[in-house]
């Protein structure tokens, strides 16, 4: 069964241009060109995922992902827009978008962005018995019963909020997350310090797992935060 990709975008060259490239790499595509025609095609399709242009008419990009993730509805987004401004990101990742891909993009860099999210999504998919307080994600385990890790089924001593960091990330490889979401998740929502304690622990938890491999676990996202990045060979 083909993967189903809804294209949400008021600019008809720009639609039909990501349509046809879309098509030519195997997927099936849908269109909308507002968002209250996106809500309804998401609403009463079975969609993998959803392209979501900001600058709709009527309702906004943000506005529809905010009431799609209200109405409990999970389909990756990928938000696609012209703002390129740090706050724009912040506010699109804060409602729930899986990526932000600004204009303009490369139809590579695009397709390799869709591309992750399925796979990831297929792979989360794939097991889904698997137990939630254990969580291994190419050579890392992590038991959360036992708070312990092991790269290449060797102990990694991480201190208590390295290991809840790190957990919080592998869990969903390839999400961005904000320092915000991070201080919150891992440190509680009334902690009062400094978001930079966020890069502080990303620090300390790459000289750790570097000791035991070469691959950087840690992708930074410039200006907003950062995602789990296990190796792809």
């Known amino acids: ?139 890392i385990a992590i038991d959360r019963g036992r708070r312990e890790v092991e790269l290449g089924g060797v102990p990694i001593h991480l201190t208590a909020k390295e290991f809840d960091l790190l957990a919080l990330l592998a869990s969903h490889p390839g999400r961005i997350y904000t320092r915000e979401q991070i201080l919150e998740r891992v440190w509680g929502w009334d902690y009062a310090g400094e978001s930079r304690t966020v890069d502080v622990h990303i620090s300390w938890l790459r000289a750790k797992l570097r000791d035991s491999g070469s691959h950087d676990y840690f992708r930074t996202v410039r200006g907003i935060g950062y995602a789990f990045s296990p190796p792809t060979g």
Do not use: C, H, W
Not at 12 to 31: C, H, K, W
Not at 48 to 62: A, E, K, N, R, T
Not at 91 to 109: C, H, I, M, N, Q
């Open 1 to 139: 069964m083909r993967r189903r990709i809804l294209v949400v975008e008021d600019d008809r060259t720009l639609r039909q241009a990501l349509a046809f490239n879309l098509g030519r790499e195997g997927y099936e595509v849908l269109s909308a060109t507002d968002g209250q025609m996106a809500l309804d095609t998401a609403r009463n399709q079975r969609l993998d995922l959803i392209l979501l242009d900001v600058m709709l008419p009527g309702m906004s990009g943000v506005e529809v992902l905010r009431v799609l993730r209200r109405d409990g509805i999970g389909t990756p987004v990928i938000i696609v827009s012209a703002k390129a401004d740090e706050i724009d990101r912040v506010v699109g990742l804060k409602v729930g978008a899986d990526d932000y891909v600004t204009k303009p993009f490369s139809r590579p860099e695009l397709l390799a962005r869709i591309e992750a999210i399925l796979r990831r999504n297929a792979q989360a998919a794939a097991d889904p018995t698997q137990p939630e307080d254990r969580v291994e994600v190419g050579a």
